[in-house]
């Protein structure tokens, strides 16, 4: 098919029967969807579809999207059939993608995605991530990451991150934490001898959660 686009309205013609220029795009103000035509075949293809006719996502004039798909899959092999769930990127979310989750990159959520989880970047949450699980940055919880854990940054917790624990990585080497309930960061400045001035230390509450500094 030529690369020329020509975007039309068709109002004269049957919808079923208008044979556009060859890349035309066109609206069928009958079934009010957007087609394309290849020249040759009579009323088009829709165009939200792979090229075939039939089956698109939801009508023009459908704002709400009522008719849409539940799921949003873009790539090649992309989605592994999750109810409302995104895959976005070259096999991302490919195979048992769970219920609500989130692949976007590369790879990202490929194999395995427990339901509600989060895999953004390239290789993030490729292989078994847990659920309710999320990982963002390149090969970020990239393999067997537990439920509920977070990892954010280059090569964060790439291989068997613990359930429940966080890490957080601004640094060029790997960094993991396969252990539940922890907190792993890097980098963090060293300093030697007596606490620089205008810095405080740093106390733990581990019902709340909360950081606090104190002297």
């Known amino acids: 098919m030529a690369t020329r686009q020509i975007i039309s309205k068709n109002i004269n013609v049957a919808s079923d029967a208008y044979i556009g220029r060859d890349g035309e795009i066109w609206v069928d103000t009958v079934t009010n969807t957007l087609k394309v ?3 040759a075949t009579p009323g088009g293809a829709i165009l939200t ?3 075939t006719s ?3 996502w ?3 004039t459908n704002i709400s999207n009522a008719n849409g798909p539940t799921s ?3 790539g090649q092999n992309a989605g592994g059939a999750g109810t409302n769930a995104v895959a976005i990127g070259v096999t991302a979310g490919e195979t048992t993608q769970g219920n609500s989750g989130v692949a976007i990159g590369d790879q990202a959520g490929r194999t395995t995605q427990s339901q509600h989880g989060i ?3 390239a290789l993030a949450g490729k292989t078994t ?5 999320v990982a963002i940055g390149k090969q970020a919880g990239k393999v067997n990451q537990g439920n509920e854990a977070v990892a954010i940054g280059n090569l964060a917790g790439v291989n068997n991150q613990a359930a429940n624990s966080i890490v957080i990585n601004a640094g060029p080497a790997d960094l993991e934490n396969i252990v539940e309930d922890t907190f792993v960061v890097k980098p963090v400045r060293a300093v030697a001898g007596a606490l620089p001035t205008g810095f405080k ?3 733990y509450n581990p019902t709340t959660g909360e950081f606090i500094s104190y002297g």
């Not at 991530?129 to 699980?133: A, F, I, N, R, T």
């Open 58 to 60: 939801a009508d023009i």
């Open 201 to 203: 230390q740093v106390a």
């Open 72 to 74: 949003v899959v873009i």
């Open 54 to 56: 039939g089956g698109a």
């Open 49 to 51: 579809t792979d090229g």
């Open 37 to 39: 035509s290849d020249g």
């Open 129 to 133: 991530q847990g659920e309710s699980s």
């Open 119 to 121: 895999a953004i970047g």
